[in-house]
Every structure is written in C-alpha cells, then in structure tokens.
C-alpha cells in the first residue's frame, strides 16, 4: 500500500519529441518500514542549512528509536527518487544528501548546469548553479557592486545562489529551464545581452561607487532595508571594491567578441586611473590627521593627573582591584591617605574635584585612542588598495613595453 507524505521531489524530463519540462512527483512510500530500515543509517538532511543534519545515523536495536517521522521520509525519498529514474528520462532531480555534493546537468551539447550543494553544515551550507553555454560559464559579475562583502572568489563560484530552503529546489530548475529555453529559441543572443548586462551593472556601480562622496547604498544579500556606507565607512568600501574589481579585469578580457569586452575593460580602466588620484591624496591627509592626533595624545599623556592616574593604574589597578565599582571609595581613600601623607595643600574637595577632571581627560584620551585606531584602519584600506593599483600598472606598462619592443 502506497503511503503518501507531504513533500515532493522535483525534476526535469526529457519526454519522447526532446522536449524538457519541469516535473514535481509526490513522495510516496511503497508501505510501512520495518523497525530494521528505520534504525539504518540515512543520508538525508532533514534541515538543509542546520548545524549537524546531514544525515540520520544508525540506531542499535538496544537504543530507543527517534526521528521516526524523518526516517520514514529519507526512506519515501530513495524510493521515490528511484521509481522516478526507472519510469522517466530524468535530466535532473532534487535531493537532501548531506556534505558536499556537485551534478551537472546537461540539457544538450551546448548547455549545461553545474548543481553544487553542501547541506547540513550550519553557515558552511550553501544551494548554487553554474550556468555553462559552450563551456562559457555565466558570472554574476553585478554582485560584486550590489553587495558589501562580496569579493572575487564569491562572484566567480556562482550564476546564481539560493537560500536553504527545500522547495527552492523548483525555483533552481525554473531558471535553468528558462535560460535553456531562451537560448534555444534565441541562440546566442540571450547568452550575450545576459553577460553584458551583467558587466554594465559592475562598471556602472563602480562608476557610481568612485563619484560618490557622500553615502552609497549596497543591497542586503537576506533581503531587507539597503545599507548605507558614508564617511570613514565609504572611503574604506571605495578602497576595497574598486582595487578588488582588478582581479576582474582579466576574466573579462577574455570573454567572446560578442561581449565587446573591451568596452568593459576601458571603462573599468579608467575607474581605476580616477581612484589612483583620489587615494593618493586620501593617503596624505588621513596621514596628517592620525600625526595631529597622535600629537595631541602625547600631551595629553603627560598632563600631571593623567601621569599620576597612570602611574596608579600600573600598580593598583588590577592588583587592588580598582576596576570594581565596590572598590572606587577604596582607591579615593588611598588618594587622601596619599595626599595627608605628601603634606599637601588639596583637601577632600581638590581631591574630588581633581577627579573629575581626570574623569574628563581620560574620556578624551580613549576617544582620540579610538580616532586614531580608526583612521589607521582606513589608513591601512587605502594604502592596500594603492599597492594594488600601483602594481597593476606596473605590470601593464611592462606588457606595454615587451609588446613594443
């Protein structure tokens, strides 16, 4: 008896005249599992993006049974998935199995997908697609000025990324389905306007992006509000988008002739020359402004309180445990036994006054501690992104000179 469960599995077909559609099959069990089939092991996620789901393992038949509801539905999946291969000319088909997994499909000579997928590893899972037409892989190169953090590395290991949802398995094969048939009703035409497009949103964003001295806004890759970056935040983003959009350069330049890839280059190019100039100069100011105050936090290190809170600090902080809110009457205590001691003129009140003006002054040595923490960390981002740019012209003034010579 035919047992049904409520999920399905997803696949595409090629029918009889070589046309592919896009299927979704009920997941059926053939009838009851026996206790032995539950307790076997299963390569089944039962969360595809869950920390320590990537399979079900086996249970001796001296341990209590669990998971049984899943169990059924890992054994529903191998059955069903292998009814579906027996009874159809599957091209491709949806799954749960844990760990590092990777297919292609291919949807004729010229077309084909790579499925990779890594469930049940917490923030190491990922769902992608590698879109291949005559070996030319399709890259979303418009990631890399849409999203904050994104970098090379992640921009050139996909086409498209999808969230660890199960049923996002459909919406996968709803994209390949419908680039296959674009490309077969329009030849290359689609496989070309896609790239360009692709390569206008890139060029087009660092264009924005090396114009922009106010606040540029970058997508939310889990959806939601866009996020904007001014200030000390837009000159590091500036730093680390436009050097890092180097290593395109040559991916680019490689592509067909129907891309005019070219256009690409010269216009990304000329970002780069524009920046050259801008960083240099940011590299100079920020410069004098982490030298200013550095300046202003050596005299402030040697004003009289802050010298004596300091010589303090070093032998009673931690020792006497001065950092405890319960024992700030015992280090006030220690200044006026300290101050009876020296014979000194201050009483109580010199004294707490005293120590609110070092109160004031030490607040203002950790902010300019922290400005200039900050303006070093920018310092650095330029400074990096300078190396880059400078060694990339370099390496294309020597190219030019060997081609010359």
């Known amino acids: 008896m035919s047992i049904y469960l409520n999920e399905h599995i997803f696949a595409i077909v090629r029918k009889d005249n070589g046309k592919l559609e896009l299927k979704t099959f009920p997941l059926v069990l053939d009838g009851e599992p026996s206790e032995y089939e539950l307790r076997k092991h299963h390569d089944y996620s039962t969360s595809l993006g869950e920390q320590y789901c990537s399979a079900l393992s086996y249970v001796s038949a001296n341990q209590p049974l669990y998971n049984v509801r899943e169990r059924r539905a890992a054994i529903a999946f191998d059955q069903t998935t292998s009814k579906i291969r027996r009874e159809n000319n599957v091209v491709a088909i949806s799954h749960r199995k844990g760990g590092w997994k990777s297919y292609e499909w291919r949807y004729n000579d010229d077309i084909t997908f790579q499925i990779m997928s890594n469930f049940g590893y917490g923030s190491a899972s990922y769902l992608c697609s590698q879109?291949?037409?005559?070996g030319l892989k399709l890259t979303p190169f418009s990631h890399f000025i849409v999203y904050r953090y994104a970098n090379y590395c992640d921009v050139m290991r996909y086409t498209y990324d999808y969230s660890l949802v199960y049923q996002k398995w459909e919406t996968l094969m709803r994209d390949t389905l419908t680039f296959y048939n674009a490309v077969v009703d329009n030849q290359e035409n689609e496989v070309f306007r896609w790239i360009r497009a692709q390569l206008s949103q890139i060029v087009d964003g660092l264009e924005r992006l090396c114009n922009c001295y106010t606040t540029y806004w970058f997508k939310n890759p889990n959806g939601?509000?866009?996020?904007?970056f001014s200030g000390d935040d837009l000159t590091v983003a500036k730093a680390e988008k436009i050097s890092g959009s180097v290593e395109f350069l040559t991916n680019i330049e490689t592509l067909p002739s129907q891309v005019s890839p070219e256009v690409y280059v010269g216009r990304l190019k000329a970002v780069l020359d524009k920046y050259l100039i801008e960083a240099t100069h940011?590299?100079?100011?920020?410069?004098?402004?982490?030298?200013?105050?550095?300046?202003a936090l050596s005299a402030l290190n040697e004003s009289p309180l802050v010298r004596l809170y300091d010589r303090l600090y070093q032998s009673h902080y931690y020792n006497d445990s001065w950092f405890a809110q319960s024992n700030k009457r015992k280090m006030f205590h220690y200044l006026i036994t300290l101050n009876q001691k020296l014979g000194s003129r201050y009483d109580r009140a010199a004294i707490r006054e005293g120590l609110k003006t070092l109160g004031k002054l030490l607040k203002q040595r950790d902010e300019l501690k922290s400005a200039i923490r900050t303006k070093e960390a920018v310092l650095d981002a330029v400074?990096?992104?300078?190396?880059?740019?400078?060694?990339?012209?370099?390496t294309q003034a020597k190219s030019g000179m060997a081609k010359s010579a």
């Open 224 to 228: 939601g509000a866009s996020v904007g």
């Open 131 to 134: 879109f291949f037409y005559k």
């Open 383 to 394: 400074e990096k992104a300078l190396e880059v740019l400078t060694g990339y012209l370099n």
């Open 282 to 295: 940011q590299k100079d100011a920020i410069n004098r402004t982490v030298k200013e105050k550095k300046s």
